[in-house]
């Protein structure tokens, strides 16, 4: 079964240090892959998507992600976290066809002052 | 309004009882997803339909959990004789289809069975 895994339910950082949050995934078909943001009291909202045409997906916030698919790995980064960074990181996974969109069980980033 | 609606924001019913909670897609999107998500936790996947396709149901928990889809339009998750165990908060998603297309979610409905 195809399944998305998040290392680290939580993590913490200093502000201006760099986020790095894990997100495995397994499967033996190409995937498409995302993270969502959720911060507190608020919906979930689309980060960055990788779909193919770039391993390295740039998404809002300054955050961005790289495609390794010998490592099957999607990990989200930002060089320097900002207090209003803190908030809940999904990773997600989905393919091409009838399938739905999976998550992992996501990552609190803690950022403090 | 534009994104996905969902209704009500908060219920609070008694064991025992069954509830209905709606989720109103944006307009044209042929993909629904319901999740449940628990205090603290990620989100579970439950059912999930795609334009006039059978639905993906197998995520439900158990058979007092259904959900109903009309076309591309309404769906509606129900819970039959809640237990506390079914809390949490209900998230709706949609989507223009699968695969590599983004899913906007609605703010949720928070379930509180006592």
């Known amino acids: 079964a195809q399944s998305v895994t998040q290392l680290g339910s939580h993590v913490s950082v200093s502000e201006g240090a760099l986020v790095l949050l894990r997100c495995n995934y397994s499967?033996?078909?190409?995937?498409?892959l995302f993270w969502y943001v959720q911060y507190p009291n608020q919906g979930l909202q689309l980060l960055l998507k990788?779909?193919?045409?770039?391993?390295l997906v740039k998404g809002i916030n300054g955050f961005e992600a790289e495609f390794k698919k010998s490592e099957t790995s999607f990990h989200l980064t930002k060089p320097s976290a900002h207090m209003s960074d803190a908030a809940e990181y999904f990773c997600?996974?989905?393919?091409?066809?009838?399938?739905?969109?999976?998550f992992g069980s996501g990552t609190r980033l803690q950022v403090q002052p | 309004g534009a994104g996905v609606s969902q209704s009500p924001s908060n219920k609070v019913t008694e064991k025992g009882k069954d509830v209905e909670l709606r989720c109103d897609p944006i307009?044209?999107?042929?993909?629904l997803y319901w999740y449940r998500q628990r205090l603290g936790q990620g989100l579970e996947f439950l059912i999930y339909?795609?334009?006039?396709?059978?639905?993906?149901k197998s995520g439900l928990p158990s058979d007092r959990f259904s959900a109903e889809r009309t076309g591309e339009s309404v769906s509606t998750l129900t819970i039959q004789r809640t237990q506390q165990e079914d809390s949490a908060v209900y998230l709706c998603?949609?989507?223009?289809?699968?695969?590599?297309?983004?899913?906007?979610f609605g703010q949720g409905t928070r379930l509180t069975v006592v």
């Open positions: 990788y779909t193919s045409a770039a391993t």
């Open positions: 307009s044209g999107h042929t993909a």
């Open positions: 499967s033996s078909v190409p995937p498409y």
């Open positions: 339909f795609q334009g006039n396709s059978a639905p993906d």
């Open positions: 998603a949609s989507s223009l289809g699968t695969g590599d297309t983004e899913a906007f």
């Open positions: 997600a996974v989905s393919y091409t066809g009838r399938r739905a969109l999976t």
